[in-house]
């Protein structure tokens, strides 16, 4: 089962809220989508993560491909049993990791090294899908072809053509594949189920790419858009490009893309970003950020603050659940690990908020008042 | 307050049941007392605490002396508040850290350097006993001479000579303290009440040592017995001496010491060990072992089992909280934050139904039928 809905539209803005509705539940959009790149978001619990208000739980396949490994996961019953999480879960296709790897290319596929073990290992997109149909994610993603940046006007006209044969292989993989395994209880494998089961269909987002050059983002739009894809992702704007170009790039292609398929962003989710791409359409958009300046000691807020400073030290202000800022920086400033913990509480607790606000906000019609509140 | 009550004897051993009532709220004893050095229990939040069964926090004065610094806490309103927890609170004198960092010695205190940045401070008795105050735990130690091991019987007789002294110091300071300082919302500092303070009296205990010598435990158990204390901790059995000279140490003071004061057994807490300490008339044992194990992947249990091991890659056997062992080995395999968190889960909350079992097996007259099950 896959189905989206968009159930207000912002009159002022391309700002929408909608549903998407997975086998693991409904994602109320927008929505953040914190990373959990080796099946855990830093430090918590699947059931911290629900009570925190995530609704999809992101994965990435190159990381459960070498560690635990594929195999190990078919057997256990699939990603959501592995993590015991309940809840959706999207994967990507694995590109974006093997690419920054400094990976050998070609037509067919990529060859990369592992970051653990120096062993080789091949992707193409065949590949890819298979994997992602045996972690069997809600959501999975076309194989893409991740340019570097900056990139010339040529290295991403060839980039894209290589996407949109690999989007078309994709493609072909979800809707040709069928399951042979079966899971540790002895009944069907359900995540891998094809495209013609209506109850545990796993739905393909299709991945435009272009890099920052207004031709090739449209017309990798007007080709991604306009294939037989469930949604739709956008990447390579997270990879170098300022902010204004992430814009720039959601205003060329939000107009092209279907308006009933849901879209995601890849990589992106700073305070100023969220408001800025909710602005033009984006339904779902993964980040690490949260996660990431937690462990930093950053603290997302009005203002932001870094707990690591002397400041603190004394400051009986409370952080998201109930400790107070003193307790943070002293945990911080002695290295335990309960510190990194409530940081990512707080942060992620922070931003699900944030776009609870945002969401209704859309709603009721004064989406622009609230951006104009907070940037 | 503070108040020890024995509720059951055994009739074959020295175990006991009993319950001690502070501040806080009631230990139902035996009990073990995990150790949360800087003020946390690695990883884990005082709520899961609380629902671990955890019924007495163990801080270091030396730690929090460090940092974040005793006039911090006391301007927080205390460790409770500081960290909060409600539920009673235990620290040490901060002798054992400082000896162990190469101190000099005196027959008025110690100077020592601090492992954060080589600052070079000195702690007496009265120091010991002012911090502890400030502090605000419901049970603090007297200061006490610690002696390497092994030592000669002239160097123990000689350290033990001091500890003696400087047990009749921290309990003059005990009963002499008033504090000044005020807590941030105003109120008289509860836990530094002096000890014709019927509702918020601290309880001191008195330390025992006296290396492996026989004489010179009975001595100390005499001496330091027979001093107004309102418990008895045994030290300087954990650091270095074999399971058998513990058990010699326990059988030698343990007819000697008064049976209305609680007994604390100072960093002992291994399975083995917590059935001969029990079995001795111990009431109360902090011990890292069970936190220290969980971080290294080591899960207590009938068998104990390394998670790290490449066999438990597919091993679908839940852990305490319902995750997989393969889960586990990924968390640990992977370096993720949630492996330590939910391998100290599993390990806490073994430690404390065994001795929730334990408790029981002395209730109902079991008890060595229940160590020979496990032993």
């Not at 033009?280 to 603050?305: W, Y």
């Not at 942060?347 to 609870?356: E, K």
Request: overall charge neutral.
């Amino acid at each position: 089962m896959f189905r989206f809905k968009v159930l207000h539209k912002d009159k002022k803005t391309n700002a929408r809220v909608g549903e998407i509705v997975t086998p693991h539940g409904v994602i109320r959009t927008p929505a953040f989508v914190p990373v959990g790149t080796q099946a855990t978001v830093k430090s918590l619990t699947p059931e911290e993560l629900d009570t925190l208000g995530v609704q999809l739980f992101f994965v990435n396949t190159y990381h459960m491909y070498l560690r635990p490994g594929i195999e190990v996961i078919e057997k256990l019953g699939g990603l959501h049993k592995f993590m015991g999480w309940k809840g959706p879960v999207i994967t990507d296709s694995g590109g974006f990791q093997v690419f920054s790897l400094g990976a050998k290319k070609s037509d067919d596929g990529v060859e990369f090294r592992s970051h653990w073990d120096g062993t080789s290992h091949v992707f193409t997109p065949e590949k890819s899908i298979e994997i992602q149909k045996k972690l069997g994610a809600d959501i999975i993603l076309a194989f893409d072809d991740c340019t570097p940046y900056p990139v010339t006007h040529g290295q991403a006209r060839r980039s894209l053509s290589r996407t949109h044969a690999w989007a078309t292989r994709s493609l072909d993989a979800h809707l040709s594949f069928r399951p042979k395994s079966r899971n540790p209880e002895g009944k069907t494998w359900i995540p891998g189920q094809a495209r013609d089961d209506k109850t545990n269909y796993q739905a393909l987002y299709g991945s435009i790419q272009g890099s920052v050059y207004e031709d090739l983002r449209k017309e990798s739009a007007e080709f991604i858009g306009a294939m037989d894809f469930d949604g739709i992702a956008i990447g390579g704007v997270a990879v170098g490009e300022s902010k204004k170009e992430m814009v720039d790039v959601l205003d060329w292609v939000g107009p092209i893309l279907p308006d009933k398929k849901p879209r995601h962003l890849l990589g992106v989710g700073e305070i100023d970003d969220i408001f800025a791409l909710v602005e033009r359409g984006i339904d779902t958009f993964d980040c690490v950020q949260p996660t990431r300046l937690a462990r930093m000691g950053k603290l997302m807020g009005k203002p932001a603050i870094d707990i690591t400073k002397k400041q603190y030290a004394r400051d009986l202000t409370p952080i998201e659940g109930g400790f107070s800022r003193a307790y943070l920086h002293h945990l911080f400033r002695v290295h335990e690990l309960l510190g990194y913990r409530l940081a990512t509480i707080h942060n992620l607790h922070f931003v699900h908020r944030l776009v609870d606000d945002i969401r209704e906000s859309i709603t009721k019609g004064s989406f622009l008042e609230l951006k104009d509140e907070w940037i």
